[in-house]
């Protein structure tokens, strides 16, 4: 093994060892999220975060929730030199049929950070949206087959 050697020009994107060391990185964020007390509950599991790739989706019941992670995720990824697309991240609140919609602001604030609220959203080729409804992803599906 070699000693320790400091990089100062980082990698290219697309390099080998770049997306090992990404990975290493975003498993840290990610295992950090984990660790705050938020979530979903989904059989015996509290979720918190879903991740695949490059792709995060946090959850949470409340904003207040959502903040917390946000706050955790966003720190720990600035130790690690990551940063968070802020045009690329949106937000959305999933409520039951039965709730009154209370707040519609169209963004959230958190840190220096500015998030678009979303009613829908695609994540990992399944269209979720706000209200619990897959007929807007039945309807792409079925123009699709057209």
Same mark, same amino acid.
């Given at each position: 093994?070699?000693?320790?050697?400091?990089?100062?020009? /980082?990698?290219?994107?697309?390099?080998?060892?770049?997306? +090992?060391?990404?990975?290493?990185?975003?498993?840290?964020?990610?295992?950090?999220?984990?660790?705050?007390?938020? /979530?979903?509950?989904?059989?015996?599991?509290?979720?918190?975060?879903l991740?695949?790739?490059?792709?995060?989706?946090?959850?949470?019941? #409340?904003? +207040?929730?959502?903040?917390?992670?946000?706050?955790?995720?966003?720190?720990?990824?600035?130790?690690? /030199?990551?940063?968070?697309?802020? /045009?690329?991240?949106?937000?959305?609140?999933?409520?039951?049929?039965?709730?009154?919609?209370?707040?519609?602001?169209?963004?959230?604030? +958190?840190?220096?950070?500015?998030?678009?609220r979303?009613?829908?959203?695609?994540?990992?080729g399944?269209?979720? #949206?706000?209200?619990?409804?897959?007929? +807007?992803?039945?309807?792409?599906?079925?123009f699709?087959?057209?």
């Open positions: 093994m070699s000693s320790v050697f400091e990089n100062k020009t /980082g990698l290219k994107q697309g390099a080998p060892l770049s997306t +090992i060391l990404f990975n290493l990185a975003l498993q840290k964020v990610i295992r950090s999220i984990k660790m705050v007390p938020s /979530g979903i509950k989904i059989g015996k599991e509290q979720l918190n975060v991740t695949y790739a490059v792709d995060i989706a946090l959850t949470g019941k #409340n904003e +207040i929730e959502i903040r917390k992670c946000f706050v955790e995720m966003e720190n720990i990824a600035r130790k690690f /030199g990551l940063q968070i697309n802020q /045009g690329k991240t949106k937000y959305m609140i999933v409520e039951s049929k039965n709730c009154v919609k209370k707040n519609k602001i169209g963004y959230l604030k +958190i840190k220096n950070y500015k998030f678009e979303v009613e829908n959203f695609k994540y990992l399944v269209i979720l #949206n706000e209200d619990y409804n897959n007929q +807007i992803d039945l309807q792409e599906r079925k699709k087959k057209c």
